[in-house]
């Protein structure tokens, strides 16, 4: 049993030295080392892991010869010989010559020489026999012990090149993480160096800054010094200039000559703006008959549209007529079926009398069943008229509904239209009004002036005149000397009449000069009414121009809703011809009915065989029948939803265009109140009202998005519930062919 173990473990040894893959030879072919990954760094650990892994196994193979060696020595009568290895054990990591040791047996004489003289011949041959024998199984473990030397010789050599392997495999990773240690260095080397060329650069902005705020301060200091420096020169020039009020008075006089010839100017200016005004007027006065030409065609397109729906609306009820008595003629046609039926029930009922009464409560069955078949259908018939009829009668109410949308967005265009010339008339009112009470204010600024002149040559000449009478007096009494004391006392009073009059001539500059001053005002006021007039116009032009744009995409849309009106006709047209195709396959139906009933009639025996195809004929023909029912239903379907899109777009878009009209009053209110009082509006209003029209554009667009995807979603709904009513048509019908094959 001892053997037998051995033998077992020696055959499990030698299959895993085979299963052992040894490594490559030529180690110089790895010459290129990949970057170290995270599975490249765990390949030492694995290494050693299977190194330690052939340290085991040569320790039990150790311990295996050791044991292989006991049982030699146990069992070989040459215990003091050496053992199986020669003189010592093979212990790991130690290799020796490949060599068989072969048993050196002795002679049976030498050693059995004593038993053979105490025991028998027969004794001593038994012996040899059981030492022969342990000889031969010795040699089977010397074989084995061999060839274990030999694995374990090879297994020597390659943990030796495994070892050689990991050294290399060590070196490579300890190069490899020298040049990531130096690579990291080298970053953060090259880190610490931008960061040094970030610091500096920060450094030298600052300094730049710190510059240039110097440079700015002294700008400012030497502006303000300039501004000192004139302001000096200027007060220096205004004290002179008040010194030659003298001289400036007749500068004054050829000033306000040429005041006058700018006042003659700014007539003839607000004379020519009175006009283009009134150009203006008589354009927008067209403009109202074009208006008022375009409302008479809108009426006459909406009468057009009217009339349409109502042509729409009629063709629809004749349809639903037709629809019904078609579906009268489907139920004549069932209860011809029935008739037929019963015809056939009392048929089968007197062959089967011959027969048993057993076959008789089948078919009775089975009639029953055809029966409440049948009534299921007629009842399935009934619901679908009464949906057909619900289907229709919501079309007509909406189309009402639609209709009285419609008359109620005209009527309130009509009275946007009235509105907007109202408000018109208003601003040209206001605008002559204005335009009015500012040449009425030209006027006596004019008569202040000339007034103002007159004074002034009167006060220049009585100054003339007076200067010069005291100057001769003066002569005179230069050349005549003083001799009584009356002299003196008129020389006094003439030096004060002088000095009233220098005040009485300050008092009058002083006037001239707010003169000046209310002139310069009236000029200023001039010029910005000009620019505000000017800006009104351009509004008013932009105005005009984003109502004709308005009106010609409305009336883009009314085109559009004719084209779309003329398409829907054309479509009932089709729908009214396939009505006539489906009322002639409808004849064709009950002739060949007919024609069943009259062959069943003549031969009920011999043509099962024409019946079946015939039933097979009217089966697919009512099929035909209902899916073009269907299809029709679809178009009918589509052709709504293609007029309700329609409406709700053309709906949005009035509302919208209503909305913008609404805002655009209310900027022109605006503009016009901020005229009246000198105030505009400034770009960021603007803004914000663009904004807002923007906003309400995409709220628009998005509302119809939604409303595209809620009508797609609809349409799906009805082709899958046609769909599902067409499968039930036709399992019904599957169900009722099945019957009748049965009955044949």
């Not at 050196?104 to 059981?130: G, I, V, Y």
């Not at 009585?462 to 009494?477: D, H, T, W």
């Not at 900027?667 to 109140?673: R, W």
């Not at 667009?701 to 595209?708: A, G, P, R």
Request: net charge neutral; hydrophobic share 30%.
């Amino acid at each position: 049993m001892q053997n037998q173990q051995l033998g077992q473990k020696l055959s499990n040894i030698s299959s895993m030295i085979q299963q052992y893959q040894p490594l490559p030879q030529n180690t110089s072919t790895i010459t290129s080392i990949p970057p170290p990954t995270p599975q490249s760094i765990k390949q030492p650990q694995v290494l050693q892991s299977l190194i330690n892994d052939q340290k085991q196994f040569q320790q039990d193979v150790s311990g295996l010869i050791a044991k292989l060696d006991q049982m030699q020595y146990q069992n070989s009568p040459r215990r003091n010989q050496p053992t199986i290895n020669g003189q010592s054990q093979v212990q790991p990591f130690q290799t020796q010559p490949d060599f068989v040791v072969q048993p050196t047996l002795s002679s049976p004489t030498s050693r059995c020489a004593p038993f053979l003289k105490q025991q028998d011949t027969k004794k001593a041959k038994e012996q040899n026999t059981n030492i022969l024998r342990q000889a031969e199984q010795l040699e089977y473990f010397i074989q084995a012990n061999n060839e274990l030397k030999k694995a374990l010789a090879q297994s020597n050599n390659k943990i030796t090149e495994q070892q050689k392997h990991l050294d290399q495999l060590i070196k490579q990773n300890d190069e490899q993480k020298q040049q990531l240690i130096t690579n990291e260095q080298n970053k953060i080397i090259q880190q610490k160096q931008y960061n040094d060329q970030i610091q500096n650069m920060q450094i030298s902005h600052q300094r730049e800054i710190q510059q240039i705020k110097n440079n700015e301060n002294e700008q400012k200091q030497k502006i303000e010094s300039q501004w000192q420096q004139k302001y000096n020169l200027k007060s220096n020039e205004l004290n002179q200039a008040t010194k030659l009020l003298n001289n400036k008075i007749n500068s004054l006089q050829k000033d306000v000559n040429d005041k006058q010839e700018q006042l003659n100017s700014l007539i003839f200016q607000t004379k020519e703006l009175s006009n283009q005004l009134e150009k203006r007027v008589q354009d927008l006065s067209v403009k109202e008959e074009l208006l008022s030409d375009k409302q008479f065609e809108l009426e006459k397109l909406q009468n057009e549209f009217n009339q349409a729906l109502e042509k729409y609306e009629h063709n629809i009820k004749d349809m639903i007529q037709n629809h019904t008595q078609d579906m009268i003629s489907q139920d004549q046609v069932i209860d011809e079926l029935k008739q037929h039926n019963i015809i056939l029930s009392q048929q089968i009922i007197k062959i089967e009398q011959q027969y048993s009464k057993d076959i008789e409560n089948v078919k009775k069955n089975h009639l029953k069943e055809l029966n409440d078949k049948l009534d299921e259908i007629v009842q399935k018939n009934l619901k679908e008229k009464q949906q057909i009829q619900n289907h229709y009668d919501e079309i007509i109410y909406k189309l009402k509904n639609e209709k009285n949308n419609l008359q109620q967005t005209k009527d309130q265009q009509q009275l946007f239209l009235e509105q907007k010339v109202q408000v018109l008339s208003q601003e040209y009112k206001t605008a002559v009004e204005t335009v009015k009470k500012q040449q009425e204010k030209i006027l006596m600024l004019n008569d202040q002036l000339s007034q103002l002149e007159i004074q002034a040559k009167n006060l220049n000449r009585e100054n003339i005149n007076q200067i010069a009478y005291l100057n001769e007096k003066l002569k005179e009494m230069g050349s005549i000397q003083p001799q009584n004391q009356n002299i003196n006392y008129y020389y006094n009073e003439l030096k004060t009449q002088n000095q009233d009059l220098r005040t009485q001539l300050e008092e009058k500059k002083e006037k001239l000069d707010e003169l000046i001053n209310n002139l310069n005002q009236v000029i200023e006021i001039n010029f910005t009414y000009k620019t505000q007039l000017s800006e009104f116009q351009e509004k008013l032009s932009n105005v005009s121009y984003n109502n004709e744009k308005e009106n010609e995409a409305y009336f883009n849309q009314i085109k559009q809703q004719k084209i779309t009106i003329a398409e829907l006709s054309k479509k009932v047209d089709q729908y009214a011809k396939n009505e006539f195709n489906l009322n002639n396959q409808i004849k064709e139906l009950k002739n060949n009915i007919e024609q069943l009933g009259n062959l069943k009639l003549g031969n009920k025996g011999d043509n099962f065989d024409k019946e079946k195809e015939l039933n097979k004929h009217l089966i697919q023909k009512t099929n035909e029948y209902k899916q073009q029912i269907v299809d029709l239903e679809n178009v009918l379907q589509g052709l709504q939803e293609e007029l309700q899109q329609k409406n709700q777009l053309i709906f949005i878009h009035e509302k919208t265009i209503n909305e913008l009209k609404k805002n655009g009053k209310e900027i022109k209110q605006q503009i016009m109140s901020s005229q009246m009082s000198g105030i505009f509006l400034n770009e960021k209003q603007v803004q914000e009202y663009e904004s807002q029209i923007m906003q309400l554009k995409d709220e628009t667009n998005s509302q119809k998005v939604k409303i595209e995807s809620l009508q797609s979603q609809l349409k799906q709904v009805r082709k899958d519930k046609a769909h599902l009513s067409m499968t039930l048509m036709n399992s019904g019908m599957l169900n009722i062919q099945s019957s009748v094959t049965e009955k044949n």
